[in-house]
Nanobody, 125 residues
């Protein structure tokens, strides 16, 4: 089991940037793909971005392509989400998740076995 702790959320104006981090404990971090999901009030949890265990392969939901970048540092057991050009519709609780697999074929929440507690991101207009 991987324990995950997110940090870096906050309040930012539209057009601004935030960098989320997710620190993982456990020896299996480097063998797992990692993902970021988000959940806005009254909405279902949605996939945002994922990165393979090696860091070579990434994927994003269409609404964040070109604005968000996922990366990882396996030496530090940490995954990041750099968010630029933020929009009010990006407001949500952001969750870090560890996949059961080394790569993410389909970003289904059920493919992720460990979740962080979430960090709030609020973008004001």
């Amino acid at each position: 089991q991987v324990q995950l702790v997110e940090a870096g959320g906050g309040l930012v104006q539209a057009g601004g940037s935030l960098r989320l981090s997710c620190a993982a404990s456990g020896r299996t971090f480097s063998s797992r793909a990692m993902g970021w999901f988000r959940q806005a009030p009254g909405k279902e949890r949605e996939f945002v971005a994922a990165i393979s265990s090696s860091g070579i392969s990434t994927r994003y939901t269409d609404s964040v392509k070109g604005r968000f970048t996922i990366s990882r540092d396996n030496a530090e057991n940490t995954v990041y989400l750099q968010m630029n050009s933020l929009k009010p519709e990006d407001t949500a609780v952001y969750y870090c998740a560890a996949s059961k697999y080394a790569i993410v074929i389909t970003p289904r929440p059920s493919d992720f076995g460990s979740w962080g507690q979430g960090t709030q991101v609020t973008v004001s207009s």
